[in-house]
Each structure stands twice: as C-alpha cells, then as structure tokens.
C-alpha cells in the first residue's frame, strides 16, 4: 500500500531534493510540498497524507506550532521533524507538540525513508544521536517507582518490547494478540507514566526491563 508523504520545508532546494527521494520511492506517494507553516495548515488537510516530513526551523510559525496545530485537527496524522539542530529543548518541544519522530537533515535517503515506514507501523523513528539525547534526560529525571507499579504485567510487556525497537505489528505478532489492542496498552501506559506519546514512554522507561 502506497504512503502519502507530504513536505514542509522553507528551503527550495531542499523541498526538491526531499521531492526527488519521495518520488523515486517505489512504496511512495508524493502528494505535495508547502514552504511554511502557515501554507501547510491551508493545505494539508487537501493533500492528505499519511505521513508529513517538518521542517522544525520555518520562517513565521515554526515547525513546532505547525505540528501542534495540525494534531488538533489530523490527530492521526503522523508527523516527523527534520532539522540540522540536536538541543535537548527544540526535541522535547516538538515531541510534546505531537510530533511522531525526529531526524537529522543530514540522514540519508534509505534512512528517511525507513522512518516512513516505521512511523507508519507505529514506531517512533529518531536519528541515533537525538534518541541518545531523549533517553539520557529521563535517565537523570527518571521513572518513580509508583509509575512502574502502576503498569500490569501485560503493559510491561508492550513497553519492554517498545524499548526493544519492536513496532505494533511486531509486538502483536509476539504476544498473540492485534494491532489494536497494542495501540490500546501503549495508550494506558502513556496515562499511567504521565506522557504523551509512546517515545516519551519509552525514553523514560529508559530502555530497561522491569
């Protein structure tokens, strides 16, 4: 099944060089490109896409707000950040913000292309270095012990198999069980650990089993 990817990106020769990768991707629909935030909230909603590639740095609005205010409307939009920046500050903004993964600019074609896939199969793709950074802030705020107690056996599990890289197809293929009930126990556990969205999850378990 083709995924439709659309493009938020100020800088023309980059918008056409991301165009270019989209296009010749064989499980790939390139919908469309807009140069800000401000044209992307006017028209993604027209263009449709599973998938949104943001600039995080965009003149006007930022690529955060953009990705908020496209959540509030496209909750099941899936949106990764692109940016030549690593701080700690603009990443936990924009995951707050609803963003669904965040790559380096500089990661190469089958790289962004691969975290299309992911963020389609429900992970949460991020550059290396970025996931390095997202994981050593919760190792230092780290979980409280009454979040863990909180999870059931079976919740432990789903985000045990979370921190391993597994996605939602994977972990219902390990555990028996479908997709949707994945979704459903990554839900409950976001509640219960008091975060947004199943990275933070993961990076405040820290990567540990309990």
Known sequence: MLKKVAIVEDDRGLREQLA?????ARDVRFVGACASGEEALERIHLLHPDVVLMDI???????????AQLKRV????????????????????????GADGYLLK????????????DVQQGGSPMSSHIARKVVRHFHLVGPSA??????????????????AGYI?????DQLGIGTETVRTYVKNICE?????????AVAKHGGKTF
Do not use: W
Not at 106 to 117: F, G, N, R, Y
Not at 146 to 160: A, C, F, G, I, K
Not at 168 to 172: D, T
Not at 192 to 200: I, L
């Open 106 to 117: 500089s990661s190469p074609p089958e790289v962004l292309l691969q975290a299309i896939d």
């Open 20 to 24: 270019q990768i989209l296009g010749a």
């Open 192 to 200: 219960k650990m008091h975060v947004r969205n199943r990275v933070e």
């Open 57 to 67: 740095k965009l003149p006007g609005m930022s690529g955060i707000e953009c990705v």
């Open 168 to 172: 939602y197809k994977e972990i219902s």
């Open 146 to 163: 009454e979040e863990s107690e909180n999870l059931s056996p079976r919740e432990q599990e789903v985000l045990n198999f979370l921190s």
């Open 74 to 97: 496209l909750p099941g939009l899936q949106v990764i950040m692109l940016t030549v920046y690593e701080d700690s500050e603009s990443i936990f903004r924009a995951l707050k913000a």
